[in-house]
């Protein structure tokens, strides 16, 4: 097998096309980062990263960037199955933390004692706080638009 057949994977034939299915537990670890992909906001966080991290990761960026782009040129079964465990392992995760909240706000009669009191916020940095969250989540209904899009075309396939 030459290199280009081992990253592409081998080409499907038409009557292969119906094997090449793919369901939900596998489609949206796959297609959820497209919502990364297609916005570049993946590039953009990672430098956002690794720009104070200095230049001791830069190092890791190609080849982490270059695994993934294998991964994905495989082919949409392997590459939703490679990234099942990582992803529902974040996901498993995000939902320990909030149990963990949730417990510790029950557990106080709903007033969580801070670890250290928060500063005091000015009013130009409120409203300028709320009008980046504002224009973040204005900013994502495009990639949750791509994202439901591209999941629907894969189930239809």
Avoid: H
Avoid at 47 to 55: C, F, H, K, Q, V
Avoid at 59 to 79: C, D, K, W
């Amino acid at each position: 097998m030459s290199i280009l057949g081992w990253i592409f994977g081998r080409p499907l034939a038409s009557r292969e096309e119906r094997e090449q299915r793919v369901g939900p537990v596998a489609g949206i670890p796959m297609l959820g980062l497209d919502a990364l992909g297609s916005a570049a906001y993946g590039p953009e966080a990672a430098m956002t990263l690794l720009i104070p991290m200095g230049a001791a990761g830069v190092g890791y960026i190609v080849p982490i960037s270059a695994v993934i782009a294998i991964v994905n040129l495989r082919g949409v079964r392997e590459s939703g199955v490679a990234f099942i465990a990582p992803t529902y392992l974040f996901v498993s995760c995000l939902f320990i933390v909030i149990a963990i909240g949730a417990v510790k706000t029950w557990s106080s009669g709903g007033r969580p004692v801070p670890v250290a009191a928060p500063p005091l916020v000015p009013a130009a940095t409120a409203a300028a706080g709320a009008w980046l969250l504002l224009r973040a989540f204005a900013s994502s209904w495009p990639v949750i638009g791509t994202s439901i899009s591209s999941t629907t075309n894969a189930r239809r396939c």
